[in-house]
T-cell receptor, first 112, second 114 residues
Framework: QKEVEQDPGPLSVPEGAIVSLNCTYSNSAFQYFMWYRQYSRKGPELLMYTYSSGNKEDGRFTAQVDKSSKYISLFIRDSQPSDSATYLC????????????FGTGTRLKVLA | ETGVTQSPTHLIKTRGQQVTLRCSSQ?????VSWYQQALGQGPQFIFQYYREEENGRGNFPPRFSGLQFPNYSSELNVNALELDDSALYLC?????????????FGAGTRLSVL
């Protein structure tokens, strides 16, 4: 079993829809949770960074972390065709560690 | 743009050859991490360099090696290339080696091994 599980999609939604992207994980030691967006043939771009449980909002993006369920989510409001990309969740343990563990990524297509 | 630059953008090699990939970290960052991203997969951690020393390593064989220079730029070297080494190689820089230090990624080097 992988440490981080993410549905690869593809997920197709109409423009303006609310998008929900999710990851589950098995390692309860994870403390830092990130969402990256990756356009085709580009490097990952950081969208959201969250420490421990709770919600964080930035513009159209909201990240949620539920450590009791080992479940994280990214919500995109008013989705745009320019949001079409692969969304990667990443997580890491607390102090003394350094590496990020990534999900496989979910491909999102927002249709105009 | 993150300020992390990687070169070359694309590379084609044959099995058994050696390759060197380069990364310049973002200004002010002293830590570089390397990841391998196979097609359709998430990035996998190769190793991290902090203050010119290898600070940790993922599940990759010794033919994957690296260096960090005093200006914090870094190289990834892969010897005896295999077909499965074909992937996007990503460099990420951060200020500090800890998990709390956010890693910012470059655009990657796409390596094809024939």
């Amino acid at each position: 079993q992988k440490e981080v599980e993410q549905d690869p999609g593809p997920l197709s939604v109409p423009e303006g829809a609310i998008v929900s992207l999710n990851c589950t994980y098995s390692n309860s030691a994870f403390q830092y949770f990130m969402w990256y967006r990756q356009y085709s043939r580009k490097g990952p771009e950081l969208l959201m960074y969250t420490y421990s449980s709770g919600n964080k909002e930035d513009g159209r993006f909201t990240a949620q972390v539920d450590k009791s369920s080992k479940y994280i989510s990214l919500f995109i409001r008013d989705s745009q065709p320019s949001d079409s990309a692969t969304y990667l969740c990443a997580m890491s343990r607390g102090s003394g560690t350094y590496k990020y563990i990534f999900g496989t990524g979910t491909r999102l297509k927002v249709l105009a | 743009e993150t300020g992390v630059t990687q070169s070359p953008t694309h590379l084609i090699k044959t099995r058994g050859q050696q390759v060197t990939l380069r990364c310049s970290s973002q200004s002010g960052h002293n830590t570089v991490s390397w990841y391998q991203q196979a097609l359709g997969q998430g990035p996998q951690f190769i190793f991290q360099y902090y203050r010119e020393e290898e600070n940790g390593r993922g599940n990759f064989p010794p033919r994957f090696s690296g260096l960090q220079f005093p200006n914090y730029s870094s190289e990834l070297n892969v010897n005896a290339l295999e077909l499965d080494d074909s992937a996007l190689y990503l460099c990420a820089s951060s200020f500090g080696e800890l998990a709390k230090n956010i890693q910012y990624f470059g655009a990657g080097t796409r390596l094809s091994v024939l």
